[in-house]
């Protein structure tokens, strides 16, 4: 083990004050609050007019799904999303609205919710997560879409939940691996994260940091990447996005990375869920292509 200088340790504060810089987004955007409180009413408008469902995938209260059916499309290609909130955080239900277009272009959308830190560990997390995308390949048939074309995408630490099952091998979830992998402003090396204030709650652990981190394994089997995020991120956000897209495009051919300009970590999804945005057309694609 490496015993760091003097030198090395004083500089520790420094380096921390500069991770709770990039990391602590509450405090760089006073302006999140406004923008999900209208996420959370176009989003109630959307299920108020329905169809969808709540789909329990295990016991915790916070384990469903909540279910978007494709319109007017059988053996729909499905977008899985997962929300972020840095793993002790957020709820699902802020972003239905990001289904109603996908929707409406014959895609079937799937929320997954899961228990939070610190009641539960990032390693829990995980596992919920992998639960809940086995759950749905079982009862594909009964819902209507087609497990061969799933997407997996998801915002901040929901990219890096995204980001992470797509290096697991396709048995653990019913033997479909990932037709599309759409990280959105994701973490793909978490050990940054354990030097912040965020981490008071996430609780990651050094060994989580190592074994959980997207960046450090070796094996990825999603089809094809498209990595995320917005102009306006962090320095370390855009910086993560980067160097991962670069690894999917040597990994996986046709992967990539988009830099979405005049996009901050909060608003992309005005991007996200607009069928007039390049974002959206790109996204649509990854998700219906056929190979």
Known sequence: MMIPTE??????????????GQYNLKARHPEREAIYAGYTARSQHFRDAGPWECLRYAEPERCTIDWFPARGAKN??????????????????????LAEP????????????????????????????????AWLNAHAARLGFDASRVTISGHSAGGHLSALLSTMPPDRFGG???????????????????????????????????????????????????VVAGQG????????????????????????ATIVPGRNHFDIFEEFADPSSQLFQAALALITSSA
């Open 102 to 133: 996908y929707a409406e272009a014959g895609v079937a959308v799937a929320l997954i919710g899961y228990e939070l830190a610190p009641a539960v560990t990032l390693t829990r997390i995980v596992e919920q997560i992998v639960q809940a995308v």
């Open 176 to 226: 479909h691996g990932f037709h599309g992998v759409l990280p959105i402003s994701g973490i793909f090396e978490l050990a940054p994260m354990l030097l912040t204030s965020i981490n008071h709650e996430s609780r990651i652990t050094a060994e989580e940091a190592a074994t959980l981190s997207p960046m450090r394994k070796e094996s990825f089997l999603g089809r094809r990447y498209w």
């Open 76 to 97: 729909a290609p499905l977008l899985i999303f997962i929300h972020g909130g840095f793993w002790r955080g957020g709820e699902k239900r802020v972003f239905s609205f």
């Open 7 to 20: 030198a090395e340790i004083a500089r520790l504060p420094e380096i921390a004050a500069w991770l709770e």
């Open 233 to 256: 991120e962090t320095e370390d956000f855009v910086a993560q996005t980067r160097r991962f897209g670069a690894m999917m495009e040597q990994a996986r051919p046709g992967s990539g």
